[in-house]
């Protein structure tokens, strides 16, 4: 039993011990009970012995002593004694806490969540292999490869001034090429990068230019670390979104940061790597716990978004992907909309038709997929009215705060989502 396992998980791997047996880690199961909940003193140790009136050392304290343990090296004999005693405090807030959070844990599933975090504690462990001499070169020429990146690539926009990138340059850009793009309710473009990664997919042409944006404003190299071994590490931080996702530091996981830089994750010499994800994978889970027949067969089908637009009449059966490629691409965009709580008017700006289009679409969902609309609906009219929702493996959220309907709406899905 421990408070965020995944430190105490990786000294057993590091010393080559066997893992327990049974894991229960306090951290999952706290941060189950208060999901959703404004928390004032946080969701560390502290926080959650403070949630319960446990008394517990100063923060000031705790935060030296954590200092003192990452700095390393040799200690003297007051050091080691208050590293000991700092360890020893830690073991008996934890021991009270579970004396507080016993009454409020599924055994049964904390079980599961333990064994998840065992499992994920030997993915940290084994980390990610990096080509280090290419790192290494990319870190040291870093201010060089910008400016190439930005003379490369902006070449074919010329919306940089230096490394700046100009908004009214951006704007003359658009309109030159008859691009519609989102606005703000100021009237102002909207450049945030999920926009921006929106309207790539609608004019492929931009995606050099948000790939750019994005690599110059997020990525730091300097954040990677890097090991003597060439592997790449990274606390993964499980349960720590309100769907129980894991949250790495998008900063110092590879996977987090622009897409290009995982070209720096090399197999060891007679090793391969894979890179294997799901398909569609929130819409059938959106079917089967719906129950909604015409979407499970969708997503049975080679083509969801060919087999909806199909269901709801708008092409015919013998309908390919190569034959009506644009129903095929707003029907898509549709599904992707209902799954991101997007609304018509969202929907409209990113696939460029006027929002009576927009609404059209959103409608031949709803008609469609008729059980899965009450299914959903049924979510969120539960939840608003008992202030909890929770999964089928008893992860739950609490309602507090400003509340935003299409996110509880997408919650059972999402976080069925969580691998």
Not at 73 to 91: A, H, K, T
Not at 247 to 253: C, E, V
Not at 327 to 340: D, H
Request: with cysteine.
């Amino acid at each position: 039993m421990a408070y965020y396992a995944s430190a105490e998980m990786g000294c057993f791997l590091k010393l080559k011990w066997d893992l327990p047996l049974y894991l229960i880690d306090l951290y999952a199961e706290f941060r189950n009970l208060t999901n959703g909940l404004h928390l004032p003193l946080g969701r560390g140790l502290l926080g959650a012995l403070g949630y319960f009136g446990v008394s517990h050392i100063e923060s000031s304290e705790k935060e030296e002593m954590r200092t003192l343990a990452l700095r390393g090296g040799d200690y003297n004999f007051e050091e080691r004694q208050s590293l000991i005693n700092y360890c020893e405090s830690d073991v008996s807030a934890t021991e009270a806490l579970w004396g507080k959070l016993k009454h409020h844990v599924d055994f049964s599933r904390a079980i599961i969540r333990g064994d998840y975090i065992k499992a994920l504690s030997e993915v940290e462990h084994r980390g990610v292999p990096f080509d280090k001499p290419l790192y290494l070169n990319l870190k040291n020429n870093w201010n060089e490869i910008q400016g190439r990146l930005i003379e490369k690539i902006d070449a074919n926009f010329k919306v940089f001034q230096g490394r700046v990138f100009k908004k009214d340059r951006f704007e003359e850009y658009l309109k030159k090429n008859l691009m519609s793009w989102p606005r703000l309710e100021s009237g102002v473009l909207d450049l945030k990068d999920e926009t921006f990664r929106q309207m790539a997919k609608k004019y492929p042409v931009i995606s050099p230019l948000r790939e750019l944006r994005d690599s110059l404003s997020k990525m730091r190299l300097n954040d990677f670390q890097v090991g003597s071994d060439s592997k790449s590490r990274v606390l993964l931080s499980p349960f720590s979104s309100k769907t129980g996702r894991n949250q790495p530091s998008n900063s110092r996981f590879v996977f987090g940061s622009s897409v290009w830089l995982r070209s720096l994750i090399k197999p060891q010499k007679g090793r391969g790597l894979a890179y294997v994800d799901w398909s569609q994978q929130e819409f059938g889970i959106a079917g089967a716990l719906s129950k909604d027949e015409k979407m499970i067969e969708s997503y049975q089908s080679s083509d969801p978004y060919l087999s909806f637009a199909k269901h709801a009449g708008q092409v015919p059966e013998t309908a390919t992907k190569e034959s009506h490629p644009k129903e095929r691409s707003l029907f898509k965009a549709t599904v992707l909309a209902v799954q991101y709580g997007m609304g018509a008017k969202s929907l409209a700006e990113s696939i460029s038709v006027p929002l009576e289009e927009a609404k059209h679409l959103l409608l031949l969902h709803r008609r469609t997929f008729s059980k899965f609309w009450r299914w959903s609906e049924g979510c969120v009219d539960y939840i608003l009215t008992n202030k909890r929702i929770w999964t089928t493996f008893g992860w739950q959220l609490k309602l507090s705060g400003e509340i935003n309907t299409r996110s509880l709406a997408n919650f059972p899905c999402r976080r069925m989502g969580q691998r």
